[in-house]
């Protein structure tokens, strides 16, 4: 018996050794496999040959891609427009007779379409349409079928109650990404509308922006919605490209309220450590003035672990942008105190090191402005360049409109409307060597539904009537019978 046992044990081994032994053997037999992988993407799907075509002229990025861009105001729109830069065909639906709501917003010149609209749907297609008409519906299937990305940034559940929900754009197109720009995710605010300011109280920033003794200040710059357009157009790319492997579309949420924060992350960070003391970098510190249990407003301190502040130059406070930001970066301070005369303070301990320095900050940023106000801010520019220290001049917006080198970059283009002549416009801040935007004209209301209708969705002259006629791609019911 123990014997037989052995012997089982033995055949046992030497059949659970076999297969090993042939993997060996196949894995040596690799190599052509080997060489094949090496040309694979990250997708393990195999690229093409590099292009023998010069830069810039072998196409651009996002061509081949459709977009049904059912956005409005601005979050989507910033989205969109992006997408059109990269080379996207961008088919913007809008309500017949009315439009994107922002087409009237701010108008600056009667009977053109506002800059607020124009200056956000640059490269776009427009095509008016009820999405509540039965046509109008039947329209909107057919665009579904005919493109890769629907974006939206409707109030929550108004793409539902078109009767668009994810479930019935799967069906017709499984490949179709929806992206959606909301308010706030899941969660107690979820059915809020939300504005640009709204999403900056609501994401952390007007809490952390102003002054310690002053009220919550939201900014300029429209973190909300232009911000979280871009997190969208992101989202999209990123789907596009899984969509490669996975031959699937799916759901792309940005909540504004998440945008905000992602971009106030450093804030998040002094968050938790404050728990372990005071934030020293904080001018609130140096002055001696306790911190609470939350982030307070650090008026114009520095984000980072280098201490800044916005100093007068030469023309302030009269001139209301002669001013400049000036870091005290910690390698450059021996170029500081030579600049501002102030030589013995490089050697000086109460003044040698940062950590000296830091309760000082406010006397030090005094004695460096008594200098820059000797300047111009583009002389401060100039002079501090030249040795390392960073600095930034406070650019007003006229300034920013006539600054040769923006044009010269396409940062800032000059577009010509036919309602409204020529205007100014900031072009695509993403500066791609092989994908170069050109900035064209946004679309007047409505303007490209023919072209849409009959060579997108390859409708035959008797449809594109029958639905004409139906009244779902002009002014709504509503307003017909008003009149
Ligand atoms: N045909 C027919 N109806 C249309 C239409 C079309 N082509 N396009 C839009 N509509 C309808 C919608 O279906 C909706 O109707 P419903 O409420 O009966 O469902 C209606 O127009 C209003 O849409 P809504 O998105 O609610 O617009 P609003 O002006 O009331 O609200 C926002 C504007 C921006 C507050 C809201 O859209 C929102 O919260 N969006 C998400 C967050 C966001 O992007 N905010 C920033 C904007 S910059």
Known sequence: MAKAKKKAKAKAKAAAKKPARKVVKLAARKPAKKAAAKKANGN??????????????AGKALDGVRILDFTHVQSGPTCTQLLAWFGADVIKVERPGVGDITRGQLVDVK??????????????????????HPQGK?????????????????APGALDRMGLTWEHINKLNPRMIVASVKGFGPGPYEDCKVYENVAQCAGGSASTTGFRDGPPLVTGAQIGDSGT?????????????????????????????????????????????????????????????????????????S????????????????????YIYFITQAPVW????????????????EYATPRARLPKLKKIFARIEEWTMTKSKFEVME???????????????KEIAEEESLRKTGTVVEVDHPKRGKYLTVGNPIKMSDSISEVKRSPLLGEHTDEILSDVLGFK??????????????????EEKAA
């Open 44 to 57: 393990g799907a195999s690229l093409p040959r590099p292009s023998n075509k010069p830069y810039g002229q």
């Open 111 to 132: 009977g053109a379409d506002s800059l607020y609209f124009t200056m956000l749907n640059h490269n776009k297609r427009s095509i008016t349409i009820d999405s509540k």
């Open 138 to 154: 039947r329209v909107l299937n057919e665009l579904i079928k005919k493109c890769d990305v629907l974006v939206e940034n409707f």
């Open 229 to 301: 357009g871009l997190h969208l157009a992101l989202g999209i790319v990123a789907a596009l490209y899984q969509r490669n492997r996975t031959g699937r579309g799916q759901k792309v949420l940005c909540a504004m309220q998440d945008g905000v924060l992602n971009l106030a992350r450093v804030k998040l960070r002094d968050q938790q450590r404050l728990q372990h003391g005071p934030l020293t970098e904080y001018s609130q510190y140096g002055e001696g003035i306790p911190f609470h249990d939350t982030v307070p407003r650090a008026g114009n301190d």
């Open 303 to 322: 984000g980072g672990g280098q201490p800044g502040w916005i100093l007068k130059c030469k023309g302030a406070p009269e001139d209301p942008n002669a």
């Open 334 to 349: 021996g170029a500081i105190c030579d600049l501002i005369g102030e030589p013995a303070w490089k050697t000086d301990p």
């Open 383 to 397: 002079i501090c360049n030249k040795v390392d220290i960073p600095v930034g001049p406070i650019l007003s917006m």
């Open 461 to 478: 002259a008797a449809e594109v009537a029958e639905i004409k006629n139906s009244g779902a791609l002009s002014a709504p019911a509503k």
